[in-house]
């Protein structure tokens, strides 16, 4: 009889263990997830900036017109770099232009204040009949007070007589 128990209870553990053992196996890690790399791509301007690029400010600050002595009227000279000024605004409809009008260093501050106003209106005149609207442009006059070149001698009032244009938005 003690055979037969102790075959039962072997039997029995035997049957436990069969049981109980797949249960506490170890489990296989799932694998890891297939993740796919985003593709390379040009990295775009960030067109949500209300500053322009450095490129186009320095682009803007290269185009200003000369005018002659105590004149307000756009040279020939000055045609090829409003052109290219009024393509660039006609393609960048929401950039915005201020006109400074500048003048050299003679005459009164009064005079100068005026002349450079008319020097700016002329340039933003200009713009306006080549299609850009009035509303993009607007025009300030520094008079003699910001001079570009400080020097005495007429190459250096030449370059002050002059209309700069600042890109303020874009």
């Not at 797949?22 to 296989?28: E, H, L, V």
């Not at 900036?49 to 803007?60: G, H, I, L, M, Y």
């Not at 500048?102 to 450079?116: K, P, V």
């Amino acid at each position: 009889m003690r055979t037969r128990s102790w075959l039962a209870h072997s039997m029995l553990l035997l049957a436990l263990a069969l049981i109980v053992a797949p249960g506490c196996a170890k489990k296989k890690a799932p694998p890891p997830p297939v993740t796919q790399q985003p593709p390379v791509t040009q990295q775009l301007p960030d067109t949500t900036s209300t500053k322009p690029p450095v490129d186009q400010e320095r682009a803007f600050a290269a185009q200003d017109i000369r005018f002659d002595y105590d004149k307000a009227n756009i040279r020939d000279d000055a045609r090829l770099a409003l052109t290219a000024l009024g393509k660039y605004l006609m393609e960048a409809p929401s950039a915005h232009v201020l006109i400074e009008g500048h003048c050299d260093e003679r005459g009164t501050t009064d005079y100068n204040l005026a002349l450079g106003e008319r020097r700016a209106k002329a340039a933003r005149d200009w713009l306006v009949a080549y299609g850009i609207g009035g509303d993009r442009l607007s025009t300030i006059s520094y008079g003699k007070e910001r001079p570009l070149d400080p020097g005495q001698d007429e190459s250096s009032w030449s370059r002050n007589r002059r209309a700069h244009f600042v890109l303020q938005g874009v």
